[in-house]
């Protein structure tokens, strides 16, 4: 036990965990157990933008030894958290500009411990560690200046103290940042002490009445100190004039007054540096951490080792050896668990990645400028400045010779055939290696959830909502047929399973199983067999676990949220050989008209026959009235009984739909938030997500709901004596018929139909459009008694579609997305250390693909062609950095690219593949295009030649009940 007298107006410094209760103005003696002092920093670094900054402020926290840096004007994009050599960074930004920010950076001896993180907005963030016996929560912030508006500030204010309510009273907060406010000197209540600095100010008031109402204790004015170690913040006028001296205490630290006596000090640090013009802050706390047990589960493997042939060699005899006695067990379950332990054990002795650490372009010459320039911050500007220019001259050469380095392994890459490596390299290079956006959650009332608790509760209530129904027990057929499962089934399947793939909650991966030998390969396909033939499924297949990931920058509900379900690879591989049984009945029975997730067809297709039915019926002047079709979470609302009588009437085999319906009515699922899994939640609705089957059960599903939707409707469009009325992809679905009568027929049968089989149409995302000559108003479409939205343009699969059918408007569309893309990633084009070729490969990779998805349906014009080749020569102009004022030809801007143009010809070629695509493929009979209209001999010469020179735009239809090519 360790004995601490202080004599100081702040009271005795108690550990974190331990409520203070002296008075801050006596002197107390107390005895209290000896704990680890933790150093806390705040600083304003004014941008964190800058390369070599981060490093800087890493530096300075080693050598003043800091645990925790909050930053204040982080300024970087976004919301998430990065590790930086044996730091973790969290960082709270804007999600485009490099303006305010707020940032935590955590030593890697702590950064276990925290437990949540909370990006609130780019001014705000929260931190929760573990800590004993109580847990510690740290609100970083970075007030709005002076020269903001009343508003912005209330706001803030209102707002870190909705946070700050939602903190349990028995747990530690420590607000701290940069208020942009002065308190002054002397004393108000008890949660402003008397050695503040300066004037207070009008947001020195509302600081005040933040931390009064609040409960809570501006540390850094309750410790007497020289002005040196109080101020943080010196002014641009500081010097100009003679005795002018212009520095103020703006940076603060709070605690909650329960927990006031465990800071031991808070003073300012003059001779840090980081080419700020605030001083560095540090408060030391004692502290008790948490001691966690290490989760040996969340060791990284590294998969890519199996690429070596000594490698698979030895993990291939280990998992023979571990799978021996398997097959003297009986019980289907223990040898499924053998496999489990087996493949366990070859990740964990085999395939555990290296530790190694990532190479830095900061250079030991640099820190050390950076320290020579720290020793110059407080008696030689003019040597400062000196200093400063330099390190960033050494900072731009360093990068440069970083970017050179890894433009010579993506080359290296590329030479080896190593197509993973080079996308890796290139998203390094050009910032798109990131993780995902981390987000914030909302109640219902707006109100942001803080607790993790709450957080998994929030999500586990929105999951057993989405998927929640009335669901009765599903009686199969007695007639148990289907043949048994093949080992020749099994190995095609393992094969076609594809690498890379998260693992299920059994862990187990699909480049493991595909080591098992014929021998062990047979044992599987006989635990197949009894699983089939029997009907039950092991309990842990399942078990999904769901992951949630941010749909669009900003999202805090759980609505914006979209789940991922990461189910047992053995479970996959077992049911691909089902898939491929009823691939063969959704072949057969599933219409023409839908193109998802259909062998052979893809958005290509579909955008395809769209964009020929709708132009030759635009040209033939036969108005068309379509509807774009937006389902609530199609696949989440999918009814099991349904289903299963759809699944049923399909005519597939017993067995299966015994399996299925097992799978469905014993399923369960968690949620992963922050490491943590909520409870299991049943699931009573909608096809499984991940599951091979599903795309194809909701073919079936959705196939049942147009079949009884559309029977004998005689809306659509007339097409060789029969009537097409719908396109799908999926749940994409555009219906259409040549009056505005017939539309709105069909659409209420739909509607009425799919609300039968628990299919909502979204109102607000459904819209309406009319492609047509003529300029038609006055025409509504109907839905549940709203007024559908009519659009002028619509986003169809990726394309652009407009009521004048004008493909121009699309190519402009995809010439900006393209360049958009090019600018992006400019770094890497632009550099002088890829050769011709490489750049070249990558812009057909990454740019080109951009600009061409959908060209088969193009209908190119002579000024549409012109502004293509102009975009493929700025491509050419920026990779050689050729300035439009150099007035250098084209023909002198490809000798240099040593090419050709290369677009028009690229797109030429698309289009004769896909002609020998649909030649070679069973569509290639063709029929005449009748709709009843009589052409003119000049309109049909006119015609003809129009159709002659854009030929490939117009060759291919699916329609219903046909499979024939429309020329």
Known sequence: MAMFTLNSSSGVSSPIGSP???????????????????????WNVRTMAQPGKIQNAIQEMRRIDLKILGISEMRWTGANHCDIEDFKVYYSGLPKKLEYGVGIIVHKSIAPKVRNFVPINER??????????????????????????????????????????????????????????????????????????????????????????NDLVIMNTFFELPPRRLYTWTSPQDGKKEGLIVRNQIDYVLINQRYRNSCKSAKTYPGADINSDHNLLVAEFRVQWKKLKTNQSNKPYDYRKLKNQDIKKRATEMLKKELEHIKNSPETDVKIDMINTAIKKVKTEVLVRDPTKKKSWMTTEILELMEERRMKKQ???????????????????????????????????????????????????????KKKTVGKLENEQGEIIIDINEIKETWKNYVEELFADQRNEHEIPNTMTGPDI?????????????????????????????LLEENFIIELTNIYNNIYNSGIIPHHWLKSEFIVLPKKQGAKRCSDYRTISLMSHMLKLF??????????????????????????????????????????????????????????????????????????DSGMDGKDLRIIKNLYWNQSATIKINQENTDEIKILQGVRQGCIISPLIFNLYSEAIFQEALENMEEGILLNGKRVNNFRYADDTIIFADTAEGLQHLMD?????????????????????????????????IINNKVVERVKTFTYLGTTLNEDWDHSQEIKCRIEKARSAFNNMSKLFKTHNLTVEMKMRLLRCYIFS??????????????????????????????LRISWMDRITNESVLQRMKKDKEIMHT?????????????????????????????SRKEKFVLGMACLSSFLSFFYLRFLGTKHLIL
């Open 379 to 433: 008696h030689d500007k003019s040597g400062y400045k000196i200093i400063n220019t330099e390190i960033r001259r050494k900072i731009r050469e360093a990068k440069e010779l970083e970017l050179k380095e890894k433009c010579a392994e993506i080359e290296m890459a590329q030479r080896r055939y190593d197509s993973f490596n080079v996308h890796k390299k290139v998203r390094e290079i050009t910032g798109k290696l």
């Open 907 to 935: 797109i030429k070629r698309r289009k004769l593949e896909y002609l020998g695509h649909i030649l070679l493929s069973t569509l290639r009979s063709r029929v005449r295009f009748p709709l009843g209209v009589d052409f």
């Open 20 to 42: 203070g209760g002296a008075s801050m103005n006596s002197d107390v003696t107390i005895k209290v157990p000896f704990k680890q002092r933790t150093k806390i920093g705040i």
């Open 575 to 648: 049911l691909k050989i089902i898939h491929k049984r009823l691939y063969r009945i959704c072949e057969e029975q599933v219409s023409p008209t839908q193109f998802g997730f259909m062998k052979g067809l893809g958005t290509r297709d579909a955008l395809f026959s769209v964009q020929v039915l709708f132009q030759r019926c635009r040209d033939m002047n036969c108005n068309i009235f379509a509807c774009f079709i937006d389902y609530q979470k199609a696949f989440d609302k999918v009814k099991h009984n349904k289903m299963m009588e759809v699944l049923q």
């Open 486 to 514: 093949l080992v020749q089934e099994v190995e095609a399947a393992i094969r076609s399973m594809k690498d890379g793939k998260a693992p299920g909650p059994d862990e187990v991966q699909t480049e493991i199983l595909k």
């Open 749 to 781: 049968k739909v509607t009425n139909i799919s609300r039968k089989y628990g299919l909502e149409v979204n109102i607000s995302k459904t819209k309406s459009m009319i492609i047509s000559k003529e300029k038609i108003e006055g025409v509504q479409l």
């Open 850 to 879: 951009i600009l061409l998805y959908g060209v088969e349906s193009w209908t190119l014009t002579e000024a549409t062609t012109n502004r293509l080749e102009a975009f493929e020569m700025w491509i050419y102009r920026r990779i």
């Open 124 to 213: 705000i963030m929260l931190i929760q560690m573990e800590a004993a016996p109580v847990n510690i929560n740290i609100l970083q912030v970075y007030a709005p200046t002076s020269d903001h508006t009343e508003e912005e500030i209330n706001y803030f204010y209102t707002q870190i103290a909705s946070i700050t309510r939602k903190i349990p009273k028995k747990e530690v907060l420590i607000v701290m940042g940069d208020f942009n406010a002065k308190v002054g000197q002397g004393r108000t209540g008890n949660h402003i002490g008397p050695h503040g600095l300066g004037e207070r100010n009008k947001q020195g008031d509302k600081l005040s009445s933040f931390a009064g109402e």
